[in-house]
Each structure stands twice: as C-alpha cells, then as structure tokens.
C-alpha cells in the first residue's frame, strides 16, 4: 500500500517535466520573425540596388549596360564623358555600375556649351601627346600644316551653317575607302598614310581625348554645340586635350593604325548621339 503515494508523487513529477518542456519549446518558436525578417530583406536589397534607380524610365536618363563605358554613353548621347561625371556626381568616372541609372541630359540652369576659341594649351603628359610648336594665335604655322590650307578653304563649299546647322570641312584629303551604312560603320573611312594630318571638321571643344573606347584606337571626339559631335579615331599621335578649344581645320592629330588594321582615319558624325552619314554633311570633291 505504501507504494502508491510514490507512484503518484513520480507520475506527478513526469507530468511537470512535460509541461515544462512544452511550454519552453513554445518559447522558443516565434523567434523566426518572418514578418520581421522580410522587412529587413527588402531594406538590404533596396541599398544593393545600382544608384539612379528612382530616375529609372525618366526621359533624359539611361540605364548602364554590360560593357558601357561613360566615354560611348557619351558618344551615344552626344555629351562630353566630363559632363555626364558631372550631373551624376560620379566621383570616380572609371566606375559605373550595370543597371545604375545615369543623367544623360543637361540638368536645368547648366550653362552654355563655350563659344570656340583656340587656346594656346601644351598638350596634357602622355604617351600618346606629343608636343608640337605654336604660333601667337595658339595654332601650328601654316608651313607646317600644309594640307589644313586646302581643307580650310574647301569648308566654304560647304553648306551654311543654319541655327545649330554646321559647315563641316573634310578631316583629311584622302580617298574614302568605306562609306556609312547604319549598321556596319557608323561613319567614313578614309586612307592616308602614318603622320597624314587629321584636321578639325568644324569649330569646337574637344571632350575626349584618349585610348579608352575599344575598337577606335587613339580617339579624339569634338563637341561643336548642343547638336554636333565628331569622332576621329585610329590615330598615331594626339595633339590636343580633353576640354581646348579648336577651329575649323586646325591639327589635331596625325593618321595613324591604331586597333585598325591599316592606316585610316575614321570619321564619324553624331547628331543628338546619334550616327549619321558624314557625306550629306560634307562639301563634295
């Protein structure tokens, strides 16, 4: 008879036990929040998205896509590649992001293009650079130019300049050994030999100088207002920088093979960034 007391002081005891460790598992449940765990979710992918994303579908931004660079969005959206760091506050230009969304447009109140004017400017340090001697007005002595005389005056032939409308001269005297299709080549090719004198189509400012675009070699790109850009690539030896000033016909480069495989001048026109055949816009010869 003594024995049942005990039984039932040990059935109590389990019963205890197992109360006990129900109501400790059940503690433990809720501390998965998902409710809280989503939140936090959408808050990290919202800060790992490419910067821009609230001006995404706005006119007058792009969208970065694999393999851009800022000098082709700026060569396709006929800006200089300074501009676009600029509106975009890009501190470093060299690093943009796919999917970030980036200002192609002036913002409001962004002053004027400058009017053009030579500027007596040594050429920035590089390999490519090379230094040649000015006269008083900042360009090179016409002997030592003597194809820009010929297509300086050949730039009369061509059409008036008409609001943004502009009278482009010939970049260099050569045959053309490729016209402008759309698809395959965005511009004109035309022969010559290493050193030949490339010369500037129009007045302007030039916003790119450099190495940087794959498949144009040593390239110089020049803005002549809020319309016009040209494009003159494959060259041997630059001989100006990124924001001088140059007139119609003056010396910018020397022909060169650079990522082409001859030695050529290609030459291209972009109204608004957009390509377009360089022949309606050149005097005939």
Known sequence: MAR???QLALAAGLSL???CTTTSLDQ??????????????????????????????KPGYYIVRPGDTLTRI??????????????????????????????VVPPLKEPAVPAPGVVAVAPAADARVKPRPLNGKGTEPAAKSASAEPVARSAAASAPANGEELGFSWPNSGALLDRFDETRNKGVDIAGKAGDPVLAAADGRVVYAGSGLRGYGNLIILKHNNTYLTAYAHN???????????????KIAEMGS????????????????????????????
């Open 236 to 250: 041997q030896i630059l001989l100006v920088k990124e924001d001088q000033n140059v007139r119609q016909g003056q």
């Open 258 to 285: 650079s990522d082409a495989d001859r030695v050529k001048l290609h030459f291209e026109v972009r109204r608004q960034g957009k390509p377009v055949d360089p022949l309606k816009y050149l005097p005939s010869r």
């Open 4 to 6: 049942w007391p005990l």
């Open 28 to 57: 433990h449940a809720p501390v998965t929040d998902r409710s809280s765990g989503s939140a936090s979710s959408s808050v990290s992918q919202a800060a790992s998205l490419p910067p821009g994303q609230e001006n995404a579908g």
């Open 74 to 103: 700026g060569l396709d959206s006929g800006q200089s590649p300074r501009d676009l760091a600029r509106w975009n506050a890009l501190e470093n230009p060299n690093l943009i992001e796919v999917g970030q969304v980036l200002r």
């Open 17 to 19: 036990l197992a109360a």
